[in-house]
DNA sequence: CCTTTTGTTATATAATAAATATAACAAAAG
DNA sequence: CTTTTGTTATATTTATTATATAACAAAAGG
């Protein structure tokens, strides 16, 4: 495990962005306790160096991780996970990924029932990695 | 009602891509069942002049669709709702989904019976569709 | 106190992606 | 036979993404 920084490993091949890469990997440490509330990220700079990527793509990843609501980005001490919850937005955002994933499901044939097995198994697996 | 042309309306203050904003809404329409398997989707030209936007971008919606599954585009005949199932690529696209939806519920406290809830909700709207 | 690291701001540039604008052509439709 | 259509091609514009430097003041660490 990295002693300090967190593990971020970006995929240059893949086609989803650096900074989305960063953002997803970092909501699901949090939702695997892998990151824990209060805890510090490592600056930009460090995160920058250790992923391989520019210092401006890591940071543009921590203010929309901020804007989304995961982390805290304060002036001058930089970014340490805090999550809020902003009912109507977060709910809005949720809502309509689940809207989508149902509509997807629904023309692939894959039924109700497997979605919610499936939902179970990734939470299952989420809560399972508390546990180190 | 639209007599011909499928309903696609493009926020331009959105932040999602045009292109991206109507495959979700064929996406959904087709689980909705207000676009069946075997219809005829308006050409690039009729959908892009609907909608306000430039006829590549239509097209561009369109190739998207088809190469993840939603439609066929055959030489010289256009765009028609044809679902097809990949196991390993479908099933990976929807777990990812449900991965990072649970990632993200999990972060923001809604528990695990809230989604399966809202999963509930969104199938229901989208079963209830089919009867107009 | 001094050096280093840090967050932040600014600017600049390159590369890629998104959207539009025209044009052309052959096939299909009417 | 005219129109519409899918398709291909080219070109341009704008926006986004990613990188590269530089600078500065605050914080940290010695």
Redesign the pocket.
Same mark, same amino acid.
């Given at each position: 495990m990295a002693k300090d920084g967190i593990d971020i490993i970006?995929d240059?091949e893949s086609?989803?962005?650096?900074?989305?890469?960063i953002r997803n990997q970092v909501i699901r440490q949090i939702a695997y306790g892998k990151l824990v509330p209060g805890q510090?990220?490592?600056?930009? +700079?460090?995160l920058?160096e250790s992923a391989?990527?520019?210092?401006?793509?890591? +940071?543009?990843?921590?203010?929309l991780l901020k804007k989304e609501g995961y982390l805290r980005?304060?002036?001058?001490?930089?970014?340490t996970v805090d999550v809020s919850f902003n009912e109507s937005v977060d709910m809005d955002d949720l809502m309509n990924d689940v809207i989508m994933l149902c509509a997807k499901a629904g023309c692939k044939g894959v039924s109700l029932e497997k979605i919610h097995m499936m939902l179970d198994e990734a939470y299952k697996k989420q809560a399972g990695e508390g546990a180190d």
């Open positions: 970006i240059t086609e989803e962005n650096y900074y989305m890469q510090s990220l490592p600056s930009v +700079r460090q920058a391989g990527i520019n210092m401006h793509t890591a +940071r543009k990843a921590y203010l980005v304060d002036n001058r001490k930089g970014a």
